[in-house]
């Protein structure tokens, strides 16, 4: 007795008993079986927006006992058209049976969904922007506030001494000219005008007067000083 090879000759049948299940606005399973006794590789899944003149989805299922397949990412409320094809050695199937399918209008919990993402998104930007106009009315008040203190002991200071307009600095930190040793020439010390005293908060304060913390700039060099002022019956001369 001699045996022949089979050889196949023809393309494998498509699937048959197709159905679109469990249809949502962006998805969809489609089933399908294959018919025993024929030589089959791949089953193809291809489809498209209904109008589209080609199919430009292609899914290949090499494994052909799975006989399902779950459709994502597709556009709410469209309709659609499916094929599906099997495939071997010779070629695909011919005359593949084709389904419609019509995807759901898109789930009114989505659109609560993005209105409650957008509604948080507008707190959060109205509590940031009410955060940062705070802040920024803080730094106004608090510059407003030194510039009013240093008006305020420009102008006491100006007022207890107006038969001198500026004042003396006795410190050797800012340029102090010192007397040579012997020296018939008296010493000589920088002359502070009123803007060159950067007045910034008050120190200390008694029966005497009070001590403010300050900050000197004179001809690029600055120092911090408390400068004492005194009262009126004490003296006539506030000292650094």
């Known amino acids: 007795m001699t045996f022949h090879p089979i050889i196949f000759t023809d393309v494998s049948p498509p699937p048959t008993h197709i159905n679109v299940l469990n249809i949502t606005d962006s998805s969809a399973i489609v089933t ?15 489809y498209k927006l209904f109008g589209d003149t080609e199919y430009n ?3 290949k299922i090499r494994n052909i006992t799975i006989t399902q397949y779950q459709l994502k990412g597709l556009e709410a409320d469209s309709p659609y058209l499916i094929e599906l094809c099997t495939e071997n050695n010779i070629g695909q199937s011919l005359h593949n049976p084709v389904r419609e399918l019509k995807t759901r209008k898109e789930a009114k919990g989505s659109y609560e ?13 109205s509590a940031g922007m009410t955060c940062l106009t705070i802040l920024l009315a803080f730094l106004i008040m608090l ?13 006491a200071f100006q ?15 800012l340029n102090h000219l010192r007397k040579a040793k012997n020296s018939p020439e008296p010493v000589e010390y920088p002359v502070l005008e009123w803007n060159d005293i950067k007045f910034q908060d008050v120190i200390g304060e008694g029966n005497f007067g009070q001590v403010l913390k300050a900050r000197i700039k004179k001809d690029g060099l600055r120092m911090d000083a408390a ?14």
């Not at 079986?33 to 899944?45: A, L, P, Y």
């Not at 007022?159 to 930190?173: H, I, L, M, W, Y």
């Not at 004492?228 to 001369?237: D, F, I, P, W």
């Open 227 to 240: 400068i004492k002022r005194m009262k009126a019956k004490e003296t006539r001369r506030s000292k650094l």
């Open 113 to 125: 969904s993005k209105d409650s993402n957008m509604l948080l998104i507008a707190i959060l930007g």
């Open 57 to 59: 989805h292609d899914i």
């Open 143 to 155: 510059q407003l506030k030194r510039a009013n203190f240093q008006h305020r002991m420009a102008q």
């Open 32 to 46: 399908w079986t294959i018919e025993e006794g024929h030589s089959i590789s791949t089953v193809i899944i291809r």
């Open 159 to 173: 007022n207890g001494v107006r038969e001198e307009p500026v004042v003396q600095f006795n410190a050797g930190t």
